[in-house]
Structures are given as structure tokens and as C-alpha cells.
């Protein structure tokens, strides 16, 4: 999946992700000690989305902008559509939020945000988005690697793990990585973005997180199309390692995007193993 996110910046996959990322960080935000976040594949941070490669694809017309213009959209939504709007003053939707800044924008004193990212160019743009937020750090590392490394043996740390899937083995390094910082710091909360594409490779994906990693597992899919053709991306899902029951949120956040903005798709969240 070769997954230059330019152009996929802003499309129904990101709606998921980053309403779900918000409904977490709030959580995790609303009280306890300072909390460290870790995301392994940050990407740039800010994205264009009149730029050549998000007018090409035409995902974030499919996806954002019908969010922004949505009337029935569940109130899961509210922080992601008040952060794209304080980016775009002038109504149309130009700018769109990674990850990384969202994360920036939802830190409080004296919590911290390591923002890893591989590619120069990419690593470069992250930087400059990023300059002058506090407790906030970029470094150009793999992100697997380094989450590990970087862990804090004890306190609150939460991982954000979203590649671009270009790679034949990001799924089993999703395992290998999450099975270390379990090691490193049992504590550890992770979420982990997936596409969907066959249900053979994401079942066997689960079956070796429940291996090497354990439980309780919360997965949420938002399915935009039947899975019946493994060439396409049909769908999204999260994983959530640990942290707060968020099946409700997650439900009404893929319930949505999955209905208003699929055909003959559908979502589902259930946990890992079965209650």
C-alpha cells in the first residue's frame, strides 16, 4: 500500500483516526500525572489540501469537507471539526490536522509529545508546524524503534501507531513494537490505525496481537465498502491497547462515516477476547 499521505490527508480514514484521538486525549488529559505521548509515523503535521496531491485524489472532498458541511453528524465529531475550522478562518477548508498537531494542541503543562518521522521532507515540514509548541520534540528515527527506546519505564504513556503500510512487515513490527513497550512499561495505552482491505490479513493481524501482546483489545472498524476486493482500501479500523472503554464514541464516530460516507459498508467494535 503505498501510502503517501498528501494525498489521502483529510479523507474518511482520517475522520476516524482523529475524532477517536480526541475523544482519547481528552480522556487521558482530563486528570492523572503528566502523560508522555509517542506517535511512530507523524507525517508533516499540517497538510494542503489545495495542493496537487490532495486535488488529484479528491479524498478530503469526499471526506472532510463533507464533515465540515454535515448537519446530522454525532457529537464524537465536535473537537475534530473545531480544530479544522480554527485552521481554515475563512470557511473553506484549505488546511487540514495531522496527528501531530492535534496531539500538540490537546498537551498540558508538563506533559510531553515525541513525534517520530522517517522521511527528510516530511521530518522538515513536521519541524517547522511544530515550532514553538512546548513539551514537544520531533526527531527524523524509525518509529518503532524508537517508541521502545524513548518509553519511560514508569508513568503514563500513551502511543499513537499509524504507518503508511509501504512496508511488507509494518504488521508484524505493530506486534514486536507493542509487545516491547508492554515489556519497557506495562502500563502502556496504545492506539493503532489499520486499512482494511481483506479480512484474512486483519484477523491474522489480531490473532498475533492477542499472541504476543494480550489483552483486553477494543477494535473498531468503519467499513466503506464491502471487503471484496483486497487491491482497495475498504475500510479503516483502530485497535486500542488498554486506556478507557471508549466502545460508545467509537461506535457512533464509525456508525457515521461508515453510513454518510460508504455504500454497503457498515461498522462494528467489539472487544478482544470476547466478554
Same mark, same amino acid.
Given at each position: 500500500?503505498?501510502?503517501?499521505?498528501?494525498?489521502?490527508? /483529510?479523507?474518511?480514514?482520517?475522520?476516524?483516526?482523529?475524532?477517536?484521538?480526541?475523544?482519547?486525549?481528552?480522556?487521558?488529559?482530563?486528570?492523572?500525572?503528566?502523560?508522555?505521548?509517542?506517535?511512530?509515523?507523524?507525517?508533516?503535521?499540517?497538510?494542503?489540501?489545495? =495542493?496537487? &496531491?490532495?486535488?488529484?485524489?479528491?479524498?478530503?472532498?469526499?471526506?472532510?469537507?463533507?464533515?465540515?458541511?454535515?448537519?446530522?453528524?454525532?457529537?464524537?465529531?465536535?473537537? #475534530?471539526?473545531?480544530?479544522?475550522?480554527?485552521?481554515?478562518?475563512? /470557511?473553506? @477548508?484549505?488546511?487540514?490536522?495531522?496527528?501531530?498537531?492535534?496531539?500538540?494542541?490537546?498537551?498540558?503543562?508538563?506533559?510531553?509529545?515525541?513525534?517520530? *518521522?522517517?522521511?527528510? &521532507?516530511?521530518?522538515?515540514?513536521?519541524?517547522?508546524?511544530?515550532?514553538?509548541?512546548?513539551?514537544?520534540?520531533?526527531?527524523?528515527?524509525?518509529?518503532?524503534?524508537?517508541?521502545?527506546?524513548?518509553?519511560?519505564?514508569?508513568?503514563?504513556?500513551?502511543?499513537?501507531?499509524?504507518?503508511?503500510?509501504?512496508?511488507?512487515?509494518?504488521?508484524?513490527?505493530?506486534?514486536?513494537?507493542?509487545?516491547?513497550?508492554?515489556?519497557?512499561?506495562?502500563?502502556?495505552?496504545?492506539?493503532?490505525?489499520?486499512?482494511?482491505?481483506?479480512? &484474512?490479513?486483519?484477523?491474522?493481524?489480531?490473532?498475533?496481537? &492477542?499472541? *504476543?501482546?494480550?489483552?483486553?483489545?477494543? @477494535?473498531?472498524?468503519?467499513?466503506?465498502?464491502?471487503?471484496?476486493?483486497?487491491?482497495?482500501?475498504? =475500510?479503516?479500523?483502530?485497535?486500542?491497547?488498554?486506556?478507557?472503554?471508549?466502545? =460508545?464514541?467509537?461506535?457512533?464516530?464509525?456508525?457515521?462515516?461508515?453510513?454518510?460516507?460508504?455504500? /454497503?459498508? =457498515?461498522?462494528?467494535?467489539?472487544? #478482544?477476547?470476547?466478554?
Amino acid at each position: 500500500m503505498n501510502y503517501r499521505h498528501a494525498f489521502h490527508a /483529510g479523507n474518511f480514514a482520517d475522520l476516524v483516526k482523529h475524532a477517536a484521538l480526541l475523544r482519547l486525549l481528552a480522556d487521558l488529559t482530563a486528570d492523572g500525572g503528566p502523560l508522555m505521548v509517542i506517535d511512530t509515523h507523524a507525517g508533516r503535521g499540517l497538510y494542503d489540501l489545495a =495542493g496537487a &496531491e490532495a486535488r488529484k485524489s479528491g479524498e478530503a472532498e469526499a471526506g472532510i469537507a463533507r464533515l465540515m458541511a454535515a448537519a446530522d453528524a454525532p457529537a464524537e465529531f465536535g473537537p #475534530l471539526v473545531a480544530a479544522v475550522a480554527a485552521l481554515n478562518p475563512g /470557511g473553506a @477548508v484549505r488546511r487540514y490536522p495531522g496527528s501531530p498537531w492535534l496531539i500538540a494542541g490537546a498537551l498540558r503543562p508538563g506533559d510531553h509529545y515525541l513525534a517520530c *518521522e522517517l522521511r527528510a &521532507e516530511e521530518h522538515a515540514a513536521l519541524c517547522e508546524a511544530l515550532k514553538g509548541k512546548a513539551g514537544v520534540r520531533a526527531v527524523a528515527a524509525d518509529g518503532y524503534a524508537a517508541a521502545v527506546a524513548e518509553c519511560p519505564r514508569q508513568g503514563r504513556v500513551f502511543v499513537l501507531i499509524d504507518p503508511p503500510f509501504e512496508q511488507p512487515d509494518d504488521y508484524s513490527r505493530i506486534v514486536e513494537t507493542l509487545a516491547g513497550l508492554r515489556r519497557r512499561n506495562p502500563a502502556v495505552q496504545a492506539l493503532v490505525w489499520l486499512p482494511l482491505k481483506d479480512l &484474512e490479513t486483519f484477523d491474522a493481524f489480531l490473532r498475533d496481537l &492477542e499472541d *504476543e501482546v494480550g489483552g483486553p483489545l477494543l @477494535v473498531a472498524e468503519a467499513r466503506v465498502r464491502p471487503l471484496d476486493n483486497p487491491m482497495k482500501m475498504n =475500510g479503516c479500523a483502530l485497535v486500542m491497547v488498554g486506556g478507557p472503554d471508549l466502545s =460508545g464514541p467509537l461506535a457512533a464516530i464509525c456508525g457515521w462515516v461508515a453510513q454518510a460516507l460508504g455504500a /454497503g459498508g =457498515g461498522a462494528r467494535v467489539y472487544g #478482544l477476547p470476547p466478554q
